[in-house]
C-alpha cells in the first residue's frame, strides 16, 4: 500500500515539474520574441509547437494522477467516485492542450492564422474553465474542515489556483487583443500582447512553483502519518508479543 501511494504522489510530482519546464520556456520564447520582433518566425514555431506538446503530456499526468488518488486508491472499491469537479477539470485540461496544440500546428501556414487564434482562444477559455473546477473541487473537499487558519491568505493552496486563474484571464485578453489586431489589422506579434503573455507567463511560472510546494506538503503530510501508522504498529505488535510471553511464562 506505500510503495502504491508513493507512485500516486509521484504522478503529480512530474506533472508539476513539467509545468514548471513548461512555462519556463514560454517565458523565454516570449521574452525573445518581444525583444526581438524579426526573430525567424518558424524558428519560434517550432518551439511553441514542442511546448504545446509539453502541455499534452502534462495533461495525461495530471490525468493520471487524478485517477490514481481518485480511483485506484479508494479504501472501498464500492464507494463512488470522488474529486468529480477534479476530473471535469482534467477534461478541460485535455480540450485546452488539444486546441494549443492544433493551433501550434496551423502556425506554420499563415493562411490559417486567423483559424490558429481561435483554437488558442479555445484552448484559454478551456484551462481558464478548468482552473474554476480546480478551485471549485479544493473548495468542496476542505468545506467541512475550513478554518480562518485554513481559509487565511497563508494557505498557498488558495494562492495556487488563485494565480492560475489570473494567468489565465491574462492570457485570454492577451489572446482576444492578438484576435483583434490580427484580424483588423493584419498584425502579429504585437507590443502590448507579448507584454500580456509575458506577464502570464511569470504568473504562469509563479503559479507551477506553488503548485509544486502544494505537493512537498502533501508529500510531508503523508509521510508524518505514515510514520505514525509504522510506529502505532511497532507498538502493538510490541505489546501483542510481550502479552504472549506473559502468557507462556
Not at 500500500?1 to 509545468?19: D, F
Not at 520574441?33 to 525567424?40: A, K, V
Amino acid at each position: 500500500m506505500y510503495s502504491s501511494i508513493i507512485r500516486t504522489l509521484y504522478w503529480g510530482y512530474w506533472a508539476n515539474i513539467i509545468y514548471i519546464i513548461g512555462m519556463i520556456g514560454y517565458l523565454i520564447i516570449d521574452t525573445i520574441s518581444y525583444m526581438y520582433i524579426s526573430l525567424n518566425t518558424i524558428f519560434s514555431f517550432i518551439i511553441y509547437l514542442l511546448l504545446a506538446i509539453v502541455f499534452v503530456i502534462d495533461a495525461i499526468l495530471y490525468t493520471i494522477d487524478w485517477y490514481m488518488y481518485a480511483v485506484k486508491l479508494r479504501k472501498n472499491k464500492d464507494q463512488p467516485i470522488q474529486y468529480q469537479s477534479e476530473f471535469l477539470a482534467c477534461i478541460f485540461q485535455h480540450l485546452g492542450s488539444i486546441f494549443y496544440f492544433i493551433g501550434a500546428i496551423l502556425a506554420f501556414n499563415k493562411i490559417y492564422l486567423i483559424k490558429k487564434l481561435l483554437f488558442n482562444l479555445l484552448g484559454i477559455f478551456s484551462f481558464l474553465i478548468e482552473s474554476i473546477f480546480t478551485l471549485l473541487g479544493w473548495i468542496i473537499l476542505f468545506r467541512r474542515k475550513l478554518s480562518k487558519t485554513n481559509c487565511s491568505l497563508q494557505n498557498i493552496y488558495i494562492w495556487a489556483h488563485t494565480l492560475n486563474i489570473i494567468a489565465n484571464l491574462i492570457y485570454l485578453c492577451a489572446t482576444i487583443l492578438a484576435y483583434y489586431f490580427y484580424r483588423n489589422d493584419k498584425m502579429m506579434n504585437s507590443t502590448i500582447v507579448l507584454v500580456l503573455q509575458i506577464f502570464g507567463d511569470i504568473v504562469y511560472l509563479i503559479d507551477a512553483y506553488l503548485y509544486h510546494e502544494c505537493w512537498q506538503r502533501d508529500k510531508e503530510e503523508f509521510d508524518v502519518v505514515t510514520e505514525q501508522q509504522s510506529l502505532n504498529k511497532f507498538y502493538l505488535e510490541k505489546f501483542v508479543h510481550q502479552s504472549k510471553t506473559n502468557e507462556n511464562k
